[in-house]
């Protein structure tokens, strides 16, 4: 499935209905390569002044030198909260350098969970593997990792999931956590922990969940169980998303009791069991306002499930997710209505903080035109585009504090021009991103390399 924004039709593909949903979740992004300059380059000025602003980046590798990184920790300061974007969804240097600066901030800023726009119950698991050793982190990776998801089965979060495992072994009092914030699927596992806790806490409720939670729980793989879900009448998929609101209402109208703890973390369990049944009973096959406010939902949520992790578990939190989900405006409002960034500063305030990629050429996995995962490779960026402009700095990667540019550099960051932000399919059409209004801080890196997949 891939992403249809040329206008006119929906840009949902009718034809392949029963995999509709998942492709939903990741479809954001548009490329400026090649395409017709919106404006006239920049001169000179603008480069002087990002190049006073600009820190050098030695390399994105996790075993850098942590030297390197500490011009971020000043833009960072006390944000409890940190959105990591990418310009593409399957690029090493994205992944690698998110691991890198993970690894740096629990060493020098006390963060402690690494957050993926993954779904929650994935986060479940891969937590139970990172704290406890459980499971083999790579076919956890392998099942919960499918279809539109299947972007985050690769060796990069392979390498940051085992030192993460490696690092909790070693600080078993002081350990990282992993977490997912979107609303992909539930496993399993999620109405599971539901059951479990009402059994014991509200046993009288017990058989009334069961019923609520009929024909919700999956019994088939991730990828399998979104295509049925998907295939049901909106009115059958309707009264699946009533049940599971009903569940929800039910379990928070009951006292937490003496264990306030396990009463939290069972409501929020059953939270998500309701966000994904709401999501999908939005009608995104003929009425493009219900998509666009299905779109707006997944980023309320996103933003909603990572702020109550991170005031529940008191941990900083490193999000991992698109540029699109991590800034502060929507690049297309008519069909991403707000964004999971503009959420988080809703929520957080200043205790949020937006780091957007760029970068000048390179190669990337995508969904093609033919329905096939498979690689792409673009040219330096033309003139015209953000990133034109941007790598004529004179550093080959570097990150620069936006909110602090000379004014020369902060006239030209937010005005909008042609940049790239590639999602799950290629080609897409442009966007203009006025990119000081969409982040707060910016990483350039000046090539890329498209990420290795596992098990495909």
């Not at 992403?3 to 509709?20: F, L, V, Y």
């Not at 072994?169 to 806790?197: C, S, T």
């Not at 666009?292 to 939190?317: C, F």
């Not at 995508?366 to 330096?380: C, N």
Request: glycine share 8%; proline share 5%; net charge neutral.
């Amino acid at each position: 499935m891939v992403c249809d924004r040329s206008g006119g039709q929906p840009w949902i593909m009718k034809w392949q209905r029963s995999a509709i949903a998942l492709s939903l979740l990741l479809c954001l992004g548009t490329v400026a390569a090649g395409a017709p300059p919106a404006a006239a380059t920049t001169g000179g000025p603008v480069v002087s002044a990002l190049e006073r602003a600009a820190y050098p980046l030695d390399t994105v590798e996790p075993r850098g030198n942590a030297r390197g990184l500490r011009p971020l920790d000043r833009m960072i300061g006390d944000a409890r909260v940190v959105g990591l974007g990418e310009a593409t969804h399957s690029s090493h240097d994205f992944f690698a350098m998110k691991d890198r600066v993970f690894r740096h901030l629990v060493e020098t800023k006390g963060f402690r969970t690494f957050a993926l726009e993954g779904s929650w119950s994935t986060g479940l698991r891969l937590n139970d593997y990172v704290l406890y050793g459980k499971g083999d982190v790579r076919r956890i990776m392998r099942v919960e990792f499918q279809a539109d998801y299947l972007w985050w089965n690769n060796t990069d979060f392979l390498a940051l999931l085992e030192w993460m495992r490696a690092h909790n072994q070693r600080h078993p009092r002081d350990p990282v956590q992993f977490m997912g914030n979107d609303l992909g699927w539930a496993g399993p596992e999620l109405y599971d922990k539901v059951i479990e806790y009402v059994a014991g806490a509200h046993p009288d409720l017990r058989d009334r969940f069961a019923e609520l939670y009929r024909g919700l729980r999956p019994t088939v793989p991730l990828a399998e169980y979104m295509n049925q879900y998907m295939t049901k009448p909106l009115a059958e998929r309707r009264n699946m998303a009533a049940r599971a609101g009903e569940a929800l209402e039910l379990l928070r109208k009951r006292s937490p009791g003496a264990d306030r703890a396990a009463y939290d973390w069972a409501v929020q369990h059953a939270t998500v069991v309701d966000q994904v049944a709401r999501f999908f009973a939005f009608d995104f096959f003929d009425d493009e306002a219900q998509l666009a406010e299905a779109m707006r939902y997944r980023d309320q949520v996103m933003a909603d499930n990572t702020a109550w992790w991170q005031e529940h578990t008191g941990t900083k939190v490193l999000l991992s997710a698109h540029n699109a989900h991590v800034g502060y405006e929507s690049n297309d409002p008519a069909k991403y209505p707000r964004m999971q960034g503009a959420f988080l500063r809703d929520r957080l305030g200043d205790a949020y903080l937006s780091v957007g990629f760029t970068f000048d050429r390179g190669s990337f996995n995508a969904t093609g035109p033919d329905g096939k995962v498979q690689r792409f490779t673009v040219g330096a960026a033309g003139p015209g585009t953000n990133e034109h402009t941007l790598d004529r700095v004179r550093y080959r990667d570097y990150v620069v504090d936006l909110r602090t540019t000379p004014e020369a550099a902060r006239s030209w960051l937010v005005r909008a021009r042609p940049t790239r932000s590639i999602g799950t399919a290629y080609p897409d059409p442009e966007y203009d991103i006025a990119l000081a209004r969409n982040h707060d801080v910016l990483i350039h890196l000046h090539d890329i390399e498209a990420a290795r997949l596992r098990d495909r």
